[in-house]
């Protein structure tokens, strides 16, 4: 018989938790429309303004919550609702973010900041890049990047924007509900990302004055009917999380010290990191081919971040960090989630060691 697959993607998404399960069948019960005046809407609208409550409460957040389709949305709507006349990027942002840096119109005036090789922010670029916006900036940043897990000096950030009057958004779909949210402007969360339903996020302002609402629902700041089901699975998730970090930790330190012993390298081994997220450079075989043999071994990981891991192009993240476009197309990622074993970790290690094996013979 055939060996269960092993799934280590879980920064790309993460299974569903049975409490967000059953808390999405409650919601779709509660089938009304909730912006409906009717007593069948009122009743709705009360279930989601309890599980926009419930959100808030899980996190820690005591401004509002505009419930969205996930973080790709949310970052949209920060990024071109923020009354601001310039964004200051990280170079390592993720796609969902640089892709509106790269096709931005030309009278939006953006910059991009450097990181070091362990893909963390170099804070002298962000003093000047502040000192030549000001006020005017919208400042963006992964609190944990989501192919490294490099975790970003947001404290600092969040000190020199808080001087100068800018604004800063922060990304935390990877750290939500795992760690605590930074104290920023904006932040950015995805309830797939933690063991809730795809097709559900939200953009956390602490200060509705921050964004132009541009009418329809969600206190006007976003069209379309609420997504119930989707929010009440939402808050159940977030209200379940279990404190699992520890062994996460416990688990990436050993693959670590495995594929160091095997000849491989450990991306931003040096940075802190998220304990869920990892990346692992095999020298001499391309991540496409890692990923198949993976695949065909029963194993899932991925190259990238699950938006551009389809494509052949040199992830934007090691190419900021300094790796050339050889070394960054030998890299994959490995995430953990509450469901990752030991074992599971024993069998990658093992299939590593026979790719690793056959390409030297």
Same mark, same amino acid.
């Given at each position: 018989m055939a060996e269960p *697959?092993?799934? /280590?993607?879980?920064a790309a998404t993460t299974p569903m938790l049975p409490e967000a399960r059953a808390a999405m069948l409650q919601g779709v =019960?509660?089938? &009304?429309? @909730?912006?409906?005046?009717? &007593?069948?809407?009122r009743a709705a609208r009360a279930a989601l303004e309890d599980a926009r409550a419930r959100i +808030? !409460?899980?996190?820690?957040?005591?401004?509002? #919550?505009?419930?969205?389709?996930? +973080?790709?949305?949310? #970052? $949209?709507?920060a990024m071109h609702g923020t009354r601001v006349s310039g964004w200051?990027?990280?170079?390592?942002?993720? =796609? &969902?973010? /640089?892709r509106h840096v790269d096709h931005a119109d030309v009278s939006q005036r953006s910059l991009r900041l450097a990181v070091d090789l362990q893909g963390r922010l170099v804070i002298a670029s962000v003093d000047r890049a502040l000192g030549a916006t000001g006020h005017q900036a919208l400042v963006i940043s992964q609190s944990a990047n989501s192919e490294t897990g490099v975790l970003q000096h947001i404290a600092a950030v969040t000190e020199r924007t808080r001087a100068l009057g800018a604004v800063l958004l922060c990304d935390c779909a990877q750290t939500a509900g795992k760690l605590p949210l930074p104290d920023a402007d904006m932040i950015v969360v995805s309830a797939h990302k933690l063991g809730?339903? @795809?097709?559900?996020? !939200? /953009?956390l302002v602490r200060d509705l004055g921050l964004i132009n609402p541009t009418g329809g629902q969600e206190k006007g700041y976003r069209a379309?009917?609420?997504? /119930? @089901?989707?929010a009440l699975g939402f808050a159940a998730a977030l209200e379940a999380s279990r404190n699992w970090l520890e062994r996460a930790a416990d688990l990436r330190h050993q693959l670590d010290s495995a594929i160091r012993a095997g000849g491989g390298d450990i991306v931003a081994g040096s940075a802190p990191r998220i304990p869920t997220i990892a990346s692992y450079h095999m020298p001499g075989v391309a991540a496409n081919t890692q990923l198949i043999q993976f695949d065909l071994a029963g194993i899932s990981v991925s190259a990238g971040s699950a938006c551009s891991s389809g494509t052949l192009k040199t992830s934007a993240v090691l190419a900021a960090m300094g790796w050339d476009e $050889? &070394? +960054?197309?030998?890299?994959? *990622?490995?995430s953990f989630g509450p469901s990752t074993s030991r074992a599971?970790?024993? *069998?990658?290690?093992e299939q590593w060691q026979a790719i690793r094996a056959r390409v030297s013979r």
């Open positions: *697959r092993i799934y /280590l993607d879980h =019960d509660i089938w &009304a429309n @909730p912006s409906s005046p009717h &007593a069948d809407g +808030a !409460a899980a996190l820690g957040w005591t401004g509002d #919550v505009i419930l969205t389709s996930g +973080a790709s949305e949310a #970052v $949209k709507l200051i990027v990280s170079p390592t942002e993720h =796609d &969902a973010v /640089l809730g339903p @795809p097709g559900i996020g !939200a /953009l379309g009917t609420e997504n /119930l @089901p989707g $050889k &070394a +960054a197309g030998e890299v994959i *990622r490995v599971h970790i024993y *069998r990658f290690i």
